[in-house]
C-alpha cells in the first residue's frame, strides 16, 4: 500500500509558477497510474492531469493545458506538477492521487484508491 505526501504549496502572484511534489513510499511507484486533482471551497475534487507509469504519457484537463506539466521520477518515487502562469482560479488545495488497476487516462476521482493530504495553492495579488 503506497503513501502519498505533496509539497511545494503557496501563496504566488497571478503568472507566477510553483512546482509540486508528490514523494511516496510504502508501494512499487512505477506499477502505479498517478494524477493530480484539486479542490476549490465549494467545489468538488476535480482532475488536473494525469501520467502513466512509465511517465512518457501525459494527458491534461483543458483548463491547464500549456501552462502545467506532470512529470515522474521513478528512480525517486515522486511525481511533480509545474504550475506556469497561474491564474486565480488555480487556487485549490491539490492532492495526488495513485492506483495500480486503473489507466493513467482516469480522470475521475472515485477510480483512485490512495490519496495524499493536499497542499494549498493560492493565486492572488
Known amino acids: 500500500q503506497v503513501q502519498l505526501v505533496e509539497s511545494g504549496g503557496g501563496l504566488v502572484q497571478p503568472g507566477g509558477s510553483l512546482r509540486l511534489s508528490c514523494a511516496a513510499s510504502?508501494?512499487?511507484?512505477?506499477?502505479?497510474?498517478m494524477g493530480w486533482f484539486r479542490q476549490a471551497p465549494g467545489k468538488e475534487r476535480e482532475f488536473v492531469a494525469t501520467?502513466?507509469?512509465?511517465?512518457?504519457?501525459?494527458y491534461y484537463a483543458d483548463s491547464v493545458k500549456g501552462r502545467f506539466t506532470i512529470s515522474r521520477d521513478n528512480a525517486k518515487n515522486t511525481m511533480y506538477l509545474q504550475m506556469d502562469s497561474l491564474k486565480p482560479e488555480d487556487t485549490a488545495v491539490y492532492y495526488c492521487a495513485a492506483d495500480q488497476s486503473l489507466a493513467y487516462k482516469s480522470t475521475r476521482p472515485t477510480f483512485y484508491n490512495y490519496w495524499g493530504q493536499g497542499t494549498q495553492v493560492t493565486v492572488s495579488s
Open positions: 501520467i502513466s507509469r512509465s511517465g512518457l504519457s501525459t
Open positions: 510504502g508501494g512499487a511507484f512505477s506499477s502505479y497510474a
